[in-house]
Nanobody, 121 residues
Framework: QVQLVESGGGSVQSGGSLRLSCAAS????????MGWFRQAPGKEREGVAG?????????ADSVKGRFTISQDNAKNRNTLYLQMNSLKPEDTAMYYC?????????????WGQGTQVTVSS
């Protein structure tokens, strides 16, 4: 079982920055890949940034050059980060941390509870 707890959301003005964190605990190993998703009101959940099994990183086109994902893999505990710069009102959404088996990235069984990001113009 994997537990994911996000933090770091909040309200900022356009152009501001936030850093999201996701503390992962439980049975998580190098076979698990982690990433960030977001869902704005009335819209479908979308992938923001994530790690592939080979360590490569994928970003949504809308956040490339502004957001940076990183991971701290301490023994028996992992923390995932999302540094968000040059925020725009369209980045307003609930942000979720997620984890999956790297061999089955489309099947995501573990989700955090979400942290709200609100960007005002």
């Amino acid at each position: 079982q994997v537990q994911l707890v996000e933090s770091g959301g909040g309200s900022v003005q356009s152009g501001g920055s936030l850093r999201l964190s996701c503390a992962a605990s439980g049975y998580i190993t190098g076979r698990h890949c982690m990433g960030w998703f977001r869902q704005a009101p009335g819209k479908e959940r979308e992938g923001v940034a994530g790690f592939d099994g080979d360590g490569s990183i994928n970003y949504a086109d809308s956040v490339k050059g502004r957001f940076t994902i990183s991971q701290d893999n301490a023994k028996n505990r992992n923390t995932l980060y999302l540094q968000m710069n040059s925020l725009k009102p369209e980045d307003t959404a609930m942000y979720y941390c997620a984890a999956a088996e790297c061999d089955s990235p489309a099947l995501i069984p573990w989700w955090g509870q979400g942290t709200q990001v609100t960007v005002s113009s």
